[in-house]
């Protein structure tokens, strides 16, 4: 089973009827505590921007402008201590795993890929794959039932 998964730095652009929605929970494009009282049936998944709140967010956003492989140990270890149970996600391009993999070495993380291709799709091992870029939001393919930030 899969579900479908909206993210966007702006919470009023995903529709209403979202069931797993993504937001950011510091940096720029925080969404408020209205953003996500937009959506409150939805399991809702919060991304790091800058690797400074991993007991609030499930997901270090690694990409430009935001964490870099090299935040991801400490992370990852951070995640764990505040939230032995949580899960720690790295959100990355495609391109990005080898080097995301490389720093985390053996540490346990899941992965959420971006690999735009308009369809939703499998990439290797990752329980999410965002797929496709819209002028308002972004589509993910969640494999993982379980998923959610906590």
């Known amino acids: 089973m899969s579900r479908t998964m909206y993210d966007s730095v702006n919470a009023g652009s ?3 009827g979202a069931t797993m929605t993504a937001g950011y929970g510091n940096g720029e494009f925080k969404w408020t505590a209205a953003d996500w009282a937009l959506f409150p049936h939805a ?3 919060r991304i790091d921007v800058n690797g400074t709140d991993p007991q609030g967010c499930g997901v270090l956003d690694v990409e430009r402008f ?7 140990p400490g992370w990852i270890r951070a995640r764990r201590k505040a939230l032995p149970l949580g899960r720690a996600v790295i959100y990355c391009s495609r391109s990005s795993v080898p080097a995301v993999q490389a720093a985390a070495g053996g540490l346990r993380y899941s992965l959420w890929v971006a690999d735009w291709t308009n369809a939703p ?6 329980i999410a794959v965002q797929y496709r ?3 308002g939001y972004d589509l993910s393919v969640v494999y993982d039932d379980t998923w959610h930030s906590r």
């Open 14 to 16: 995903i529709p209403r």
């Open 133 to 135: 870029n819209t002028p």
């Open 121 to 126: 799709h499998h990439a290797g091992d990752a």
């Open 43 to 45: 399991r809702h998944v």
């Open 66 to 72: 935001d964490a870099t492989p090299a935040m991801v």
